[in-house]
C-alpha cells in the first residue's frame, strides 16, 4: 500500500461485507455492522438496489468470485473463532484488520474477548474515525495497535499493547499475505509465532501461482492483479497448496486445515449463484503451534 494513505483494498473487503449483507439472505457472513464501517460512497452503493446493482453486478461483476472469497475467508475464521471460545480462549488478535466490525460485535456480547487490531496507521487512523462516528469511540475489548509492517515488526507491536504473550491466541491474516513478499510473510510468520505462545492458531488465505490455478480462472487472477495493482497494491507472495506444509513446517507451524477453493464452495455457498462461488485460486490455511487448545475437545474443523 502507498504510505500514509489507508489502504483502498481494505474498503473495497468491507464495502464487500456491507453488500453481502444488504443483498444475500440469508448471509453467508452475517455482519450486520458492517455498513457501519465503510465510507459514505461505499455505503450508498452497499444500501442502494440500483447503485449496488450497477457497481457489483455489472462493472465489478467479473470480480464477483473474488467477493465470495472475503465473504467465506470471514466466515471460516469467525466458525474457528466461535469454537476455540467455547474452549475458553480470551484473545484475538487481527493481523492487518482493515475495516472488519468485529471490535463492534464483541463488544456486545456477555462475555467479550480481547480484540487486538493490527494495522498500518493511516488504515488505522480512518478506522479509528468510522469508529468514533458509529461508536462514539473504541467498543469494549478492542484495542488498536498501529504497527507499518515495513518499520515495525508485530511482536513489538504487541508489547506496546496490554496482549498477554502468556495466553494462547487466535491470530488472523486475511487479504494480506498476497499483497507481501515471501521474505515479507516469512518475518511476519515468525513474529506471530514469537508472539503467541503453544497452543495459539493463526489462520489466514493466500494465492495459488498462476501455473497450478484451473485454467478457467486465470483470466480472473489476471483481472484482479491489475485491480489491485491500480489501487497501489498488487499482488505478490504466492504459495503452491500443495507444499504448504513443507514449506511453512521449518518455520514451526503445523498446518492443520488447507482449505481449497472447492471445499470453500461446498460448505458456505450451495444455493447461491454459480457467479458468486470462491475462484480457483484462493485458499485457507489454519496453521497451529505447540499443543491444540485443549486436549478431548471437540475436533476442529
Ligand atoms: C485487503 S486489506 C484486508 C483487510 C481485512 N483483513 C479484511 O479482510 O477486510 C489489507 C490490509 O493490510 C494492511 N497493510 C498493508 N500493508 C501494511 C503494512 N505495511 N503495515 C501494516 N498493515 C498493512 C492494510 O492497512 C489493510 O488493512
Not at 494513505?5 to 455482519?31: L, M
Not at 505462545?197 to 501461482?209: R, V
Request: with cysteine; hydrophobic share 35%.
Amino acid at each position: 500500500m502507498k504510505p500514509d494513505r489507508p489502504s483502498r483494498t481494505a474498503e473495497v473487503t468491507a464495502a464487500v461485507r456491507a453488500w453481502h449483507n444488504q443483498q444475500h439472505h440469508p448471509p453467508i457472513f452475517p455482519d450486520p455492522f458492517a455498513q457501519r464501517l465503510v465510507s459514505p460512497v461505499w455505503g450508498f452503493v452497499s444500501r442502494s438496489r440500483l447503485a449496488s446493482w450497477l457497481v457489483f453486478d455489472q462493472i465489478l461483476r467479473g470480480l464477483q468470485p473474488v467477493a465470495a472469497h472475503i465473504i467465506g475467508r470471514a466466515r471460516y475464521v469467525e466458525d474457528r473463532l466461535a469454537e476455540l471460545r467455547q474452549e475458553g480462549l480470551g484473545q484475538y488478535v487481527l493481523v492487518g484488520a482493515g475495516l472488519d466490525s468485529i471490535g463492534l460485535r464483541n463488544a456486545i456480547e456477555a462475555n467479550p474477548l480481547r480484540v487486538f487490531e493490527v494495522d498500518h496507521p493511516a488504515t488505522q487512523e480512518t478506522k479509528r474515525q468510522r469508529l468514533e462516528r458509529a461508536n462514539g469511540g473504541l467498543p469494549a475489548g478492542l484495542e488498536l495497535v498501529p504497527v507499518d509492517f515495513e518499520r515495525e515488526c508485530l511482536t513489538e507491536g504487541l508489547r506496546r499493547s496490554s496482549f498477554d504473550p502468556k495466553e494462547p491466541a487466535l491470530f488472523a491474516w486475511l487479504g494480506v499475505v498476497q499483497y507481501l513478499s515471501e521474505e515479507a510473510v516469512d518475518q511476519t510468520l515468525a513474529a506471530i509465532r514469537e508472539s503467541g505462545p503453544p497452543g495459539s492458531e493463526l489462520i489466514f488465505d493466500y494465492i495459488a501461482p498462476r501455473q497450478s490455478t484451473p485454467e478457467a480462472d486465470r483470466d480472473l487472477l489476471d483481472g484482479l492483479s491489475r485491480f489491485t495493482a491500480r489501487r497501489g497494491e498488487p499482488l505478490k507472495a504466492t504459495y503452491d497448496p500443495q507444499s504448504l506444509g513443507a514449506r511453512l513446517g521449518p518455520l514451526g507451524f503445523d498446518v492443520r486445515k488447507n482449505l481449497s477453493p472447492e471445499e470453500q464452495g461446498r460448505r458456505y455457498f450451495q444455493g447461491y449463484s454459480d457467479s458468486f462461488r470462491p475462484p480457483g485460486f484462493y485458499h485457507i490455511a489454519r496453521l497451529g503451534w505447540g499443543d491444540p487448545p485443549k486436549a478431548g475437545a471437540a475436533q476442529p474443523s
